[in-house]
């Protein structure tokens, strides 16, 4: 009864406000406080906000559909800075520091601009580092050379945690745990990179150089590589991507000596099995070493969106359990991550990697209550990519904020060029969704 007289007079205001407004599709409709709507089903409109009229090319029973929801006042917004192949920042390997320095400044003022409040900056993605760091090179992506130091002398890192504070912006620094080398580089290792020194257990795959992560030593001087960022760094957060074990290039990974060492030391764990728990045993150690050193650091992990093939009925694709022995609902399950970002590089009407079905399926895994911040393709926008309506990605956060219950509690996107070169007018659109600043979500367990 309270409810119907509430949604009566916020449609009436509704009403009210968009007197006069004509659109030629809701989706391009802005209400002045709840944004964007959708085209749907009136019958479906979950939050009873609808309007009449903004769906001219539908059929008469598809409404424009509003979301009652508030802008919240805590949400992860954020968005991913890769530096592998030079994807996002530096533009140039060979660019002075000055104007590297330059671009950073500018991304972050694009970032606060937006009101946005992470960034997940890419900081060791090939057994490297943009940072000053004793056990690892400098990255070939800073300089053009690895183990080559940037002349004159910077630390990336250090500049983006002091920048990006002083613009109450999060940075979380981003490592992947096994690569060596990118697919298809060819640059020159330095002694320092991990290939050089266990190369017992480096392995060229599918034109990568991969460590083997079924390696103690392997697993030990990753945790320890963390641990130091997390030591010297007032980074927010540590945070790691979908990468595992390597995706299959159809052979396969070269690590029966290590599996056999693990058998003859009385392992009884089958191959699949053994190779997970490599995984797992990395994971749960980072998660624990981390924790010693800075008891509210966060660790984040954004997986393959799907866990396994199947999962829930009628998804299907790459099972990242079975390709990559990745055990990720594991994690979010046992509360080995303080979020999760499944990469739901998917669209919302497609059943086999639909969106929605996706993002409920994992918050209904988080049974600690740790947070889900989806990762979105911001890059399908692009025309030679996949060429999505900006629209996707708008639904995609609307679906999102429908979840926050769920502790579905943000976005992140991949990546930062799209926003960079407003593709679309994405950053119009966010200036929408995100008119109103918001908090990064507080995490009680910590
Ligand atoms: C929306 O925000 C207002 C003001 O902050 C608050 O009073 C109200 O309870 C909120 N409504 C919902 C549905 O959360
Ligand atoms: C990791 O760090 C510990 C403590 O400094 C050190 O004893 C150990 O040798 C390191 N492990 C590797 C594999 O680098
Ligand atoms: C591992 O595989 C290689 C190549 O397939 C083979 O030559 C070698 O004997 C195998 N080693 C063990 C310990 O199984
Ligand atoms: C897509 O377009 C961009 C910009 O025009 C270009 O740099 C890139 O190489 C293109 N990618 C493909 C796969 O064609």
Known sequence: MILNLISITVYLLIKFYSFGVTADTCDTYRHPRYGFGQCIDRNQCPYSLYESGLCESYSSNMQCCFSLRNTTNEEFRAVWIATVDNIDWPSSKTAPPD??????INILNTVQLLNMNVVIFHVRPAGDALYASTLEPWSFYLTGAQGVPPSPFWDPLAFII???HKR???VHAWLNPYRAR???ATYELAPTNMAKRFPQYAYPYATNIWMDPGATEVQQFIVNVTEDIVRRYAVDGIHIDDYFYPYS??????DNVTYAAYQAQGGTLDKADWRRSNVNTLIQTMYTRMHVARPKIKFGISPFGIWKSGVPAGISGLSSYDSLYCDSRMWLEQGLVDYMTPQLYWQI???AQSYPVLLNWWVEQSAKGRHVYPGNALYRTVPNVSNWPINEIIRQIDITRSMRDQLALGNVFFSLSQIMQNLKGIQNVLAVLYEQKANVPKMPWL
């Open 99 to 104: 104007q590297q320095r330059a671009e950073l």
């Open 162 to 164: 002091t920048e990006a």
């Open 168 to 170: 109450n912006i999060e």
């Open 182 to 184: 990118m697919t298809g």
């Open 249 to 254: 290039d159809g052979t396969e990974f070269p």
């Open 349 to 351: 009407d497609p059943p």
